[in-house]
């Protein structure tokens, strides 16, 4: 007999794959559970959470929801989708069958930008146009060596993030606009790069305060990009996105999915907050 073949990796040529999961909790369901069940059912969702923290180049920010969207939400990230896959089916089915309902989900992978400044960009425009800098001169040099190390941390963080623990998290989908004179992929490329420039400037205002994760989703689900944010305070949340708003780029090709707000909280708390 011939053994069954083993199931492939799936994993992209850059980047990790990305699971926002949102999940409501069935009370009625859950009070028919005896309290010894109920225990069992809270220790093996905390030894799943310590597993898949413990898988190799893997992320999971648990969190409660804010609103009644959801009860709780879970951000995994992962190289391979066959994993994520896997860990999102045992994650539903942690704490038994038809306890978690999954309200909302969204699959999305990290990605770098198109509109990133290329070395020889920063060099032309930046150095010589606006600095006036000799491309011989020690100061250039110093200035391009400083520009290249910047942007590897930066591409490196959007490919390969580590998020940190800060407690407020909001995630919302979004995409742009494919209408008449709106049409986003219709603009020269050149626009485009302007229009997203402008754009980073508003959220570079933020750092320290709010962490911004794009990740890509075109063709993988029904918008093109996922915004997640992570902040010490729900007002640079508020302010960030009201903010850039006013930016071109969304005010004129912005379209917007359900916006979800959480805090991240150890699991002990979160099954007080969430009354298990």
């Avoid at 860990?87 to 539903?92: A, P, S």
Wanted: negative net charge; glycine residues 6%.
């Amino acid at each position: 007999m011939t053994e069954a073949n083993p199931i492939s990796p799936l994993v992209p040529r850059e980047g990790w794959h990305v699971i926002h999961l949102f999940y409501q909790i069935d009370h009625a369901q859950w009070s028919l559970l005896t309290e010894e069940d109920q225990r069992a059912a809270k220790t093996r969702l905390t030894e799943l959470v310590q597993q898949i923290r413990s898988t190799p180049d893997t992320h999971l920010l648990v969190f409660a929801v804010a609103t009644p969207k959801a009860d709780v939400g879970f951000m995994l990230l992962t190289p391979d989708l066959q994993v994520a896959t896997a860990y999102e089916k045992q994650l539903t089915l942690s704490l038994g069958p038809e306890i978690l309902s999954p309200v909302y989900s969204y699959l999305s992978q990290t990605e770098s930008s198109e509109y990133t400044t290329t070395p020889e960009q920063y060099a032309e425009d930046t150095l010589k146009g606006e600095r006036g800098l000799s491309e011989d001169s020690p100061e250039f040099a110093e200035a391009m060596k400083e520009f290249k190390e910047r942007m590897e941390k930066y591409l490196h963080h959007r490919l390969y993030p580590v998020l940190p623990d800060w407690p407020a998290i909001c995630f919302y989908p979004m995409s742009k606009r494919r209408e008449g004179k709106d049409n986003w992929y219709s603009l020269p490329f050149e626009e485009r790069k302007k229009l997203m420039g402008g754009h980073a400037r508003t959220g570079r205002t933020y750092s320290g305060r709010i962490l911004q994760l794009i990740t890509g989703s075109t063709g993988l689900d029904e918008h093109e990009w996922g915004v997640t944010l992570l902040a010490k305070d729900t007002i640079d949340i508020k302010a960030i996105v009201y903010e850039m708003r006013f930016d071109e780029v969304s005010a004129r090709f912005g379209e917007f999915g359900d916006f979800y707000i959480g805090m991240q909280l150890p699991l002990a708390e979160l099954f007080k907050r969430v009354c298990l």
